[in-house]
């Protein structure tokens, strides 16, 4: 595998971590990825984007169709920014803003989803997102909606009915999935200096320790080849089936038994189980109202977007 193919796998979904000492240990950089017009595409913007799926490309793919499967995200979320950013852009020509009261009841809607503050504060920290760039990214979305109706879209017109016969008919859409909060050990199957016998004894190792009584996330900060030892959430259906079904059997407290994947063997520590449930009509109804009418508008917004795309500076560092 080059060099530079595999330095841009570690610089992708983990905000450009450099490992010091510890495996748990982190420097955050950023940088500017692609240059659109005065606006500017960072590596944290795309890795934010990409950030939740990490864990499960990590868990299933390994090696080359790993360095494929994410470069190919990567690109997709590049394409996806160069396109709002474009959007943006001309919405700044154009003098288009977004209200401090549009942003705050948007931010209200996306609070509702969860059960407390201290709920919705952990969600931000799990995506590695903060409360401003929450705030920054509710307001481009406005803005991006204001001219997109202003200059393609005066003309459609979605009804309450519509809306709501949408959410009857898609209701697994808008359904809370049930989420478990664990800490996980990862030994890898590629281990440097290390036997596949090598590797089976040391996780029956870890094993024994934690059944006779040794702290979990201490045994992890020690032993886990993951690129974080934080405790995360995990959605019912995030992983692969060996660990989704296993994970979700255990009760709070408990210890997984040694998981097999194609990349390495895993033990899991269930700290937290929060069950699935359906979000009321009310808090989603303007978000499908948006996708209803995004989907009435895609064949005119993609000519809309490629023509501003003709007359804009678009630089890719």
């Known amino acids: 595998m080059a060099i530079k193919h595999v330095i841009s796998i570690v610089l992708f979904f983990l905000c450009i971590v450099i490992f010091a ?15 659109v017009n005065d606006e500017v595409i960072t590596q944290r913007e795309v890795d934010r984007i990409l950030y939740p799926a990490y864990n499960a490309y990590m868990q299933e793919y390994q090696g080359e169709r790993l360095e494929a499967k994410l470069r190919e995200a990567e690109q997709a979320a590049i394409n996806q920014l160069i396109d709002d950013k474009v959007i943006l852009s001309e919405a700044k020509r154009q003098d288009v803003k977004a209200t401090e009261k549009e942003i705050d009841e948007k931010l209200d809607l996306v609070k509702k ?57 898609h209701l697994d859409d808008y359904r809370k999935p049930e989420t478990v909060r664990v800490f996980s050990i990862l030994i890898r199957k590629d281990g440097i200096n ?33 690129s974080s030892c934080e405790a995360r959430n995990i959605k019912r259906g995030e992983m692969i089936k060996e660990i989704d079904q296993a994970i979700f059997s255990l009760n709070e407290g408990d210890v997984s038994n040694i998981i097999e994947s194609p990349i390495g063997y895993h033990l899991y520590k269930v700290v937290k189980k929060t069950p699935g449930k359906l979000i009321d009509f009310e808090i989603v109804k303007d978000e499908i109202e948006n ?20 007359d804009a500076y678009i630089s890719i560092q």
Do not use: H
Not at 127 to 139: F, K, Q, V
Not at 298 to 304: A, F, I, P, Q, Y
């Open 21 to 35: 000492g510890s495996i748990c240990e982190a420097v955050v950089i950023d940088k500017i990825r692609v240059i």
């Open 113 to 169: 989803r969860y059960e407390n503050d201290e709920e919705f504060r952990q969600a931000l920290k799990d995506g590695n997102l903060s409360l401003s760039e929450l705030r920054n990214s509710i307001s481009d979305e406005v803005i991006k909606m204001k001219l997109v109706r202003q200059e393609i879209g005066w003309k459609l017109r979605i009804t309450p009915s519509e809306v709501r016969k949408y959410y009857d008919e």
């Open 194 to 226: 290390r036997t596949s016998e090598d590797t089976r004894f040391l996780i029956q190792k870890i094993k024994q320790y934690i059944d006779f009584g040794k702290d979990f996330e201490k045994v992890a900060k020690e032993y886990s080849e993951e």
């Open 291 to 310: 996708l209803l009418y995004k989907k009435n508008i895609d064949k005119n917004l993609r000519s809309w977007i490629d023509e501003l795309k003709k």
